[in-house]
């Protein structure tokens, strides 16, 4: 049966803190080659050995993360070294555990068949124990440094990928407050940007389900859409506030003046420094712009028809003038939800894509009748 020798358990690393020593595992089925190859290895802290691969394949499963190499002979009773080596290539341990051929038999079929399973190194008995001490333990120190390294870089990671989730949380912050405070000073609440940003989401998804040869979007695409939506009138900061909340109807001078939101929107987005590097940057330009297009080529600013318009603003479009419909405003009482969609569809407030008028037709049904 297996034997193993422990000595201190601890040992002090370059940074001064502890860390439990790893063990050298020797699979030898000759008592005589464990007892010379242990006493080589004396000054471990632990020593492992096994008398066939399977004993040995027990003690690596039970600790596969304290055990820094294994010594393994190649012909054994049980299960034999190459038997046991190709179980650990297949269960890619000897990416982590640097396993030494020490075996008579060095035949040019058993080097290249250690080789392609894995073995670091085929050291031929009878063994020179400096010679052996020396190879095993450089390999061991390599394995370690690369390891520490390892583990360096994940902790580096983790610290940006935490620095960058701050970053992106503070743009959200930033943009919400912007857009909410705009809509603050049009007489709305901050609400209304939230409602578009979950009904960009909401229709988004929806086109997915019913047209998905035609749009695919990822979670994170959908959620930087939903997040660029909520800037879709930025704009209106620029706008004179006796038009901006003006309870009746604008006349034809106010209402051009009205319709350069969209470009005073884009022009205000184009000014934000290192911002067109960003991938929010081209939909929320996309939306500030496009979003009071039509689908017949009537709305503004650049009448554009069809889907010469995204289909992200052509989205924003729909989700804003339905809750623009199903809220009040300084011009209007709010509609009920099944009204507004009878009126988008209609026609008495624009033309859109058929496809996102269905969408609506079906988000409608499935909650009951609003949204």
């Known amino acids: 049966m297996g034997k193993e020798r422990i000595g201190e358990d601890m040992n002090l690393q370059e940074d001064g803190q502890t860390e439990e020593k790893t063990a ?49 002979d190649i012909v054994m009773p049980e299960m034999d070294g190459l038997e046991l080596l190709e179980i650990l290539y297949k269960d890619g341990l000897t990416e ?56 360096t870089v994940h902790k580096q990671h983790q610290r940006l990928l935490a620095q960058e989730m701050e ?11 912007l857009s909410t405070a705009i809509e603050f ?51 209106k900061i620029a706008i004179p506030d006796h038009i901006l909340n003006k309870p009746g109807k604008l006349t034809k001078e106010e209402f051009e003046v009205m319709k350069q939101h969209t ?18 940057y081209q939909y929320a330009y996309d939306i500030c712009r496009h979003h009071h297009e039509r689908w017949d080529g009537k709305g503004y600013p650049d009448a554009l028809k069809g889907d010469e318009t995204t289909i992200w603003s052509q989205v924003v479009a729909l989700a804003d003038v339905y809750d623009a419909l199903t809220n009040e405003r300084v011009y209007k009482p709010a509609y009920s939800a099944e009204k507004a969609a009878s009126m988008i ?27």
Do not use: W
């Open 345 to 371: 569809v209609g026609g008495e407030c624009g033309c859109f894509n058929p496809e996102l008028l269905e969408c609506l037709t079906f988000i409608l049904k499935e909650a009951g009748g609003s949204i």
């Open 263 to 280: 470009l005073k929107g884009c022009d205000l987005l184009c000014q934000i420094p290192k911002y067109h590097q960003n991938p929010l």
């Open 96 to 151: 982590s555990i640097p396993v030494f051929l020490i075996t008579a038999d060095s035949s040019e079929q058993n080097t290249q068949r250690g080789y392609q399973l894995g073995a670091m190194d085929i050291i031929e008995k009878p063994i020179v124990p400096y010679f052996v001490k020396k190879r095993v333990g450089s390999v061991v120190e390599l394995f370690h440094a690369r390891k520490r390294l390892s583990n």
């Open 167 to 177: 970053i992106y949380e503070l743009n959200n912050a930033i943009i919400e407050t």
């Open 24 to 72: 050298i595992l020797i699979v030898d089925d000759n008592e005589i080659n464990r007892m010379i190859l242990s006493e080589t290895f004396r000054d471990q802290d632990k020593i492992l050995e096994a008398e066939n691969g399977k004993e040995a394949l027990d003690l690596i499963r039970r600790e596969p993360g304290g055990i820094s190499a294994i010594l393994l």
């Open 185 to 235: 000073r049009s007489g709305e609440s901050g609400a209304h940007v939230k409602r578009i940003r979950e009904l960009t989401g909401l229709f988004l998804r929806r086109l997915m389900e019913i047209r998905p040869e035609k749009y695919q979007f990822s979670e994170d695409e959908i959620e930087m859409i939903s997040l660029a939506s909520i800037m879709h009138d930025v704009g």
